[in-house]
């Protein structure tokens, strides 16, 4: 259930009526309509002394109940408290930062630091029903940490998380038999060109139609008890480039965050829904999988290659 609150604002003073507006903004609330403004109903508490402000100013105000019809009127309501596109903007002051690190003085760095882990952390305040964006922009923030720390701090040690992963190096890689699910869709498609094009360029897939079954000996991608798998909010791709010091380089991290989201969800990025379009199609051409990621190879290398893939 929700609280609601029912409002109408007094034509005067107009600062009060910019600071009620302002106080709803924000708390975070939903409007349903005007003056009907919603949080969760534990949240209530936070709509009476606005309710009491207006009507000391001569307006309106009612704090009520609202209880959903059904399931679908519940899930309509739900879908008003989507922060999905405030977190793409957030990462988008992110993202900024990352690549401007290598031109920053230290200062000015931790500076806009502070800026962004403090956005983060007043969306996360009125994100009442967090979702696989909120996860996904905690793993970017501690993405950014790492490289503020390795651009800065040099050595200092710090507390592992629980997906920090060991650097694995490539040479002990070369030549080796990957396996992986057959009939591969967006994150073992990209793990595979990843492989090929980073890893191991002489690598041999397997194709399993049983992962419980996968040969002895193989390197296993991308299904339970595999070698390289998702890690906390890490799709297999994005644990794969950590895993082979890989995830720094700004062009991967443009695949990298496409194919997270096609993968489990999280923040929209503009290459998502025509990526998953072309290898949508040529899964539809190619039944063979070793044509499929040949053909898909190609669609990676030129997102790779695209102009303004490094910002």
Same mark, same amino acid.
């Given at each position: 259930?929700w609280?609601?609150l029912?409002?109408?604002?007094?034509?005067? &003073?107009n600062?009060?009526?910019?600071?009620?507006?302002?106080?709803?903004?924000?708390?975070?609330?939903?409007?349903?309509?005007?003056?009907a403004?919603?949080?969760?109903?534990?949240?209530?508490?936070?709509?009476?002394?606005?309710?009491?402000?207006?009507?000391?100013?001569?307006?309106?105000a009612?704090?009520?109940?609202?209880? &959903?019809r059904?399931?679908?009127?519940?899930?309509?309501?739900?879908?008003?408290?989507?922060?999905?596109?405030?977190?793409?903007?957030?990462?988008?002051?992110?993202?900024?930062?990352?690549?401007?690190?290598?031109?920053?003085?230290?200062?000015?760095?931790?500076?806009?630091?502070?800026?962004v882990?403090?956005?983060?952390?007043?969306?996360?305040?009125?994100d009442?029903?967090p979702?696989?964006?909120?996860?996904?922009?905690?793993?970017?923030?501690?993405?950014?940490?790492?490289?503020?720390?390795?651009?800065?701090?040099?050595?200092?040690?710090?507390?592992?998380?629980?997906d920090?992963?060991?650097?694995?190096?490539?040479?002990?890689?070369?030549?080796k038999?990957?396996?992986?699910?057959?009939?591969?869709?967006?994150?073992?498609?990209?793990?595979?060109?990843?492989?090929?094009?980073?890893?191991?360029?002489?690598?041999?897939f397997?194709w399993l139609e049983?992962a419980?079954?996968?040969?002895?000996g193989?390197?296993?991608?991308?299904?339970?008890?595999?070698?390289?798998?998702?890690?906390?909010?890490?799709?297999?791709?994005?644990?794969?480039?950590?895993s082979?010091?890989?995830?720094?380089?700004?062009?991967?991290?443009?695949?990298?965050?496409a194919?997270h989201?096609?993968?489990?969800?999280g923040?929209?990025?503009?290459?998502?829904a025509?990526?998953?379009?072309?290898?949508?199609?040529?899964?539809?051409?190619h039944?063979d999988?070793?044509?499929?990621?040949?053909?898909?190879?190609?669609?990676?290398?030129?997102l790779?290659?695209a102009?303004?893939a490094?910002?």
């Amino acid at each position: 259930m929700w609280a609601i609150l029912l409002v109408t604002l007094p034509t005067q &003073p107009n600062a009060v009526r910019l600071r009620i507006w302002r106080a709803l903004k924000g708390l975070g609330c939903v409007a349903l309509r005007d003056g009907a403004f919603v949080l969760p109903s534990e949240r209530a508490a936070l709509l009476e002394p606005l309710a009491s402000e207006v009507r000391e100013h001569g307006g309106s105000a009612s704090v009520l109940t609202l209880a &959903p019809r059904d399931d679908a009127q519940r899930q309509e309501v739900l879908a008003q408290f989507d922060r999905t596109e405030a977190y793409g903007q957030w990462r988008e002051t992110a993202t900024a930062l990352q690549v401007d690190l290598e031109r920053l003085g230290e200062t000015e760095a931790r500076r806009r630091m502070r800026g962004v882990a403090e956005a983060l952390e007043n969306l996360h305040r009125i994100d009442y029903y967090p979702g696989p964006a909120a996860e996904q922009a905690e793993a970017d923030l501690a993405a950014l940490r790492r490289a503020l720390d390795v651009r800065f701090s040099k050595g200092e040690p710090h507390a592992l998380a629980e997906d920090d992963l060991p650097r694995l190096d490539r040479a002990k890689f070369q030549g080796k038999r990957w396996a992986t699910r057959a009939r591969p869709w967006v994150d073992r498609l990209a793990c595979a060109w990843l492989i090929r094009r980073f890893i191991d360029p002489d690598a041999e897939f397997v194709w399993l139609e049983d992962a419980a079954r996968a040969p002895r000996g193989v390197l296993g991608f991308d299904y339970d008890g595999a070698r390289f798998t998702h890690i906390g909010a890490r799709v297999t791709f994005e644990v794969m480039a950590a895993s082979f010091d890989l995830e720094r380089e700004p062009k991967l991290q443009r695949i990298a965050k496409a194919v997270h989201y096609l993968d489990v969800g999280g923040i929209p990025v503009p290459e998502a829904a025509g990526l998953e379009t072309i290898l949508g199609g040529l899964r539809e051409v190619h039944s063979d999988d070793d044509k499929l990621i040949a053909a898909t190879a190609a669609v990676f290398d030129a997102l790779y290659a695209a102009p303004g893939a490094a910002s």
